[in-house]
T-cell receptor, first 117, second 113 residues
Framework: GAGVSQSPSNKVTEKGKDVELRCDPI?????LYWYRQSLGQGLEFLIY????????KSGLPSDRFSAERTGGSVSTLTIQRTQQEDSAVYLC???????????????FGPGTRLTVL | QQPVQSPQAVILREGEDAVINCSSS?????VHWYRQKHGEAPVFLMI?????EQKGHEKISASFNEKKQQSSLYLTASQLSYSGTYFC??????????????FGQGTILTVHP
């Protein structure tokens, strides 16, 4: 596709359940980022992938959060035992090359709105 | 540390001008500006690299003051389509920066007819 896509667009789950959020980056983009945006708040960095590796996981809020990327393309963010405070919009972005010395535009997907009841 | 944006909100009439500021306590390599409309993904506006470069995009321009670690976004002759939340994302200088952005809390811009 032409842009970054994410699925599902909306997810409602019960507290304690696990959820998986998917991101399809722009074809050829090696860098992929996950952010979280709570209601009326800015963008909170979660994790960064360069290819299939995650050099920076510093933004993951707890060990309930994990992410993987396969084939240098699709990424999945998994939240285990969801809590109400996990409710937010989860945004994925990709850029051509996130390596040092390159400052590339990050293109954002439409996000997944997660609601934990 | 999260950069600080000011003001938090701006209300304009069509045709009026506005300035949004983004300040960081850390040395910066670049500043990125995005606009997000309600329920939509953030859309890239421009990148400012250290060196005091000023860039423009139609009637929207920005500057980056490296000494002050501050960037300003200038919106002139505002249009209704400018309404949205504006975010700055900062990339720190030095270290192992790879393009990781730390975003400000956003500035809500509303343009009325």
């Amino acid at each position: 596709g032409a842009g970054v896509s994410q699925s599902p667009s909306n997810k409602v789950t019960e507290k304690g359940k696990d959820v998986e959020l998917r991101c399809d980056p722009i074809s050829g983009h090696t860098a992929l980022y996950w952010y979280r945006q709570s209601l009326g708040q800015g963008l909170e960095f979660l994790i960064y992938f360069q290819g299939n590796s995650a050099p920076d996981k510093s933004g993951l809020p707890s060990d309930r959060f994990s992410a993987e990327r396969t084939g240098g393309s699709v990424s999945t963010l998994t939240i285990q035992r969801t809590q109400q405070e996990d409710s937010a919009v989860y945004l994925c972005a990709s850029s051509l090359d996130g390596l040092r010395g390159r400052t590339d535009t990050q293109y954002f997907g439409p996000g997944t709105r997660l609601t934990v009841l | 540390q999260q950069p600080v944006q000011s003001p938090q909100a701006v209300i304009l009439r069509e045709g009026e001008d506005a300035v949004i500021n983004c300040s960081s306590s850390k040395a910066l390599y670049s500043v990125h500006w995005y606009r997000q409309k309600h329920g939509e993904a953030p859309v890239f506006l421009m990148i400012l690299l250290k060196g005091g470069e000023q860039k423009g995009h139609e009637k929207i321009s920005a500057s980056f003051n490296e000494k002050k670690q501050q960037s300003s976004l200038y919106l002139t002759a505002s249009q209704l389509s400018y309404s949205g939340t504006y975010f700055c994302g900062t990339e720190r200088a030095g270290g192992t920066s790879y393009g990781k952005l730390t975003f400000g809390q956003g500035t809500i811009l509303t343009v009325h007819p």
